[in-house]
């Protein structure tokens, strides 16, 4: 019999955090939320939009709760929705999972991953299978941003094609750091990486550490003064969308700018929304994910 099993409901609306919260008061020994619809075109982030607004929660939330195989998920459940004020249970599934050592699990998950002839992402606890490479050491933390999903290659795939020494760099939501970090052990000259979430920016921070490079983290909610040469947003269609104007306004004329995130069926709507400012153009595909490159009129 397992030792644990993961306990997993969808749930719409503002309850989410509630039945979270609710769920480890009942005695779960962890709880995570995500977007219900993560890995799908109706996949959505918490992007806070220019100006300061922006949704705060998934239209759909799947809650993972963490439950001793003896717990009964019936009563738990159940307790846990009173206490959140919902009106009955929602449906869950049960996955089990065994005992574990659950931290060396999650390393296990990053092996280094090569980009490209000279470009390698290392996690922190691999050495470098190639110690000549440029070394990107990284610890995932709660950010996105491993290397190893599409999106995060196409960006630093662009950025070693674009990168020139000195450049100025500006990744907008940036995760890790990953990108801003590579840029800076590529040769730019300087380079900003900002992000909504708290977590990020530690993560972040503790990687450009990590790897002796300095780069000017910042919330989004923190005036931005700079105009970059290069400009990265790996995000989603949607919140990609919004930022055109914001993005645009940090890139210099002549400057370049990559875009990634999108799905082949989104491609020309997020064009059409950078062409008052970039000349647009369709850059790499990889595993079904785009990237779009412009350069700023």
Request: charged share 20%; aromatic share 6%.
């Amino acid at each position: 019999m397992p030792d644990w099993r993961s306990l997993i409901v969808d749930i719409e609306g503002p309850a989410a955090e509630a039945l979270s919260e609710a769920l480890l008061a009942q005695g779960a020994l962890a709880a995570s939320m995500e977007d219900a619809f993560a890995g799908t075109p109706r996949e959505s982030l918490l992007v806070e939009e220019p100006g300061g607004t922006g949704p705060d929660r998934w239209p759909r939330t799947r809650i993972r709760a963490l439950l001793p195989a003896a717990a009964d998920p019936h009563a738990v459940l159940g307790a846990a929705a009173r206490a959140a004020g919902l009106a009955a249970p929602p449906p869950f599934a049960l996955e089990p999972l065994a005992d574990r050592d659950w931290v060396r699990h999650t390393q296990s998950q990053f092996e280094p991953l090569r980009i490209s002839a000279r470009l390698w992402i290392v996690p922190s606890w691999h050495a470098p299978p190639d110690p000549t490479a440029i070394n990107l050491a990284l610890d995932p933390g709660l950010a996105f941003g491993t290397g190893s999903h599409p999106t995060t290659r196409l960006c630093l795939r662009w950025l070693e094609r674009c990168i020139f020494a000195g450049a100025q760099v500006l990744d907008y939501g940036c995760g890790t750091g990953i990108l801003a970090i590579a840029a800076m052990k590529l040769g730019a000259g300087g380079a900003i990486g900002v992000d909504l979430d708290p977590a990020a920016i530690a993560t972040a921070r503790a990687n450009s550490a990590r790897n002796g490079v300095a780069v000017q983290w910042v919330d989004t909610a923190a005036p931005l003064a700079c105009r970059a040469d290069l400009v990265m947003a790996n995000i989603l269609a949607n919140p990609l969308k919004l930022l055109a104007p914001l993005l645009a306004a940090h890139c210099r004329p002549g400057g370049r700018l990559v875009l990634a995130g999108i799905l082949p069926a989104q491609r020309a709507a997020l064009a059409a929304a950078y062409a008052p400012w970039f000349d647009m153009a369709p850059g790499e595909l990889d595993e079904g994910w785009v990237a779009l490159e412009g350069v700023r009129r």
